[in-house]
């Protein structure tokens, strides 16, 4: 069973960071790219993309929106992909979802709040 679980999410103050991180199960982590989307309680219908990674880690791409602010990466070793997220801003509000592309499969989601 291919298996996604998103954790770090909370409360933060503007200007904070959170680090995210997504365990994987089920599937040749090692061999997938993944991906980082939020749902925002503005758009409650669609995900937005945050940033990808490729299978080794060796490339990455991340949002207009939050570029020089977020960080994706990854440790095959432990089938873990994070995020760092920091100078959180409140419209960084929402939910994080751990994405497995070619596995179809989405993580549970995680909430990031961030409120003074």
């Known amino acids: 069973q291919v298996l996604l679980v998103e954790s770090g999410g909370g409360l933060v103050q503007p200007g904070g960071s959170l680090r995210l991180s997504c365990t994987a199960s089920?599937?040749?982590?090692?061999?997938?790219?993944m991906n980082w989307y939020r749902r925002t309680p503005e758009n409650e219908r669609e995900r937005e993309f945050i940033?990808?990674?490729?299978?080794?880690?060796?490339?990455?791409v991340v949002a207009e929106t939050v570029k020089g602010r977020f960080t994706i990466s990854r440790d095959n070793d432990k089938n873990t992909v994070d995020l760092q997220m920091n100078d959180l801003k409140p419209e960084d509000t929402a939910v994080y979802y751990c994405?497995?592309?070619?596995?179809?499969?989405w993580g549970q989601g995680t909430q990031v709040t961030v409120s003074s």
């Open positions: 994405n497995a592309p070619r596995q179809r499969t």
């Open positions: 089920g599937f040749d982590f090692s061999t997938s790219a």
């Open positions: 940033a990808a990674i490729t299978s080794t880690g060796r490339d990455t």
